[in-house]
């Protein structure tokens, strides 16, 4: 069996070590806290801080067969990349694919430099939207609807048109020159402008040719995803992210039939080729719902974060429910069908099951 061992707790961590049983592969978690979100979604965990202990790390790689950062911490992801001869097993990570995309304001002079077509940079008119310039985080991201809330935004943040259209996203994983991509998904936003909702869709031609040419330029190394938005007008690219993501790959997994954990240990193995358009195999609704008052109500993935123990709750064919302990309880819906109405009949079996847990 293999063994892979994650550098970080939280949701990117969950998304791979999801995606790691479902190919039958152990995994090591590696995190300073001692009880990460996660910790009960993995086979083991070891609790110390890299920077301070690089060489429990390098004796864990011996015994793993790759290293997967799943942070944003630049600080441990530069220590990372200084330690990375010393591993004994690959670390499937893009170093330098990822400091174009942690920062927007730079992945947008590269957006441009390849004729990427994104929101304009200089809207004459409200609305606008404002957006932080670093990470994935939304945080701060809103809609500006007049010229007078300008003057209170911080100088750092990126200020850009506001595009209205669905929010889509599609992952790609290269080698450097072969690329393989995933399946468009849906990304719902919620007020506060986080993803709380991810089904299928069919992949766009445009968008898929886009996303291509976004890894290629990059001679991309590993995992990404790119953000658009498809307007009136056409796609509008928002951002990339070389990072493992979350939630859409647990989604391109039910609906797609492939598994990105398993394209992105291929690719640092030589096992990857350019290939077709996936198609819409399954529906499949994946989404988190937080307990208020006696009711369940949509909210974005950040309020996972704040949890302290996220776990599997209920498992049967085509469902599965996680809940998340923390200042409100939180659950995450995974429902997949054959058909539409087959997921929405297990959706609607979650939402009994969730309540009678409220109950108790």
Known sequence: MK???????????????????KSGIRVHLVDRKNKPLIHNCVDEHFCFDITERPERLIELSRHSDAIIPTNENLDTLLFLKKIEPELHCPLLFDFTAYDTSM????????????????????????PYFVKPPCMSSSKGARIIDNDSELANIDDSMVIEEYVPGPVVSLEVVGDGNNFMIGQQTQVHIDQEHDCHRVTPME????FREITHLLASNLYLKGIMDVEAILSPEGIRVIEIDARFPSQTPTVVYHSGGVNLLEWLMGSFAGKIKDNKPLPVGKQCNYEHLMAVDGKLIPVGEHVLSDGDDYRLFHESNGLEIFKCRGKRQTYTLICTGATRHEMCYKRKKAIQLIKSDMKQ
């Open 3 to 21: 063994t892979i061992c994650l550098i970080g707790g939280k949701l990117q961590g969950f998304e791979v070590a999801y995606l790691a049983r």
């Open 203 to 206: 992949t766009d031609p445009i």
């Open 103 to 126: 920062d927007k304001k730079r992945s947008k002079e590269y957006f441009k430099s390849i004729d990427i077509p994104i929101p304009s940079e200089k809207p004459q008119n409200p």
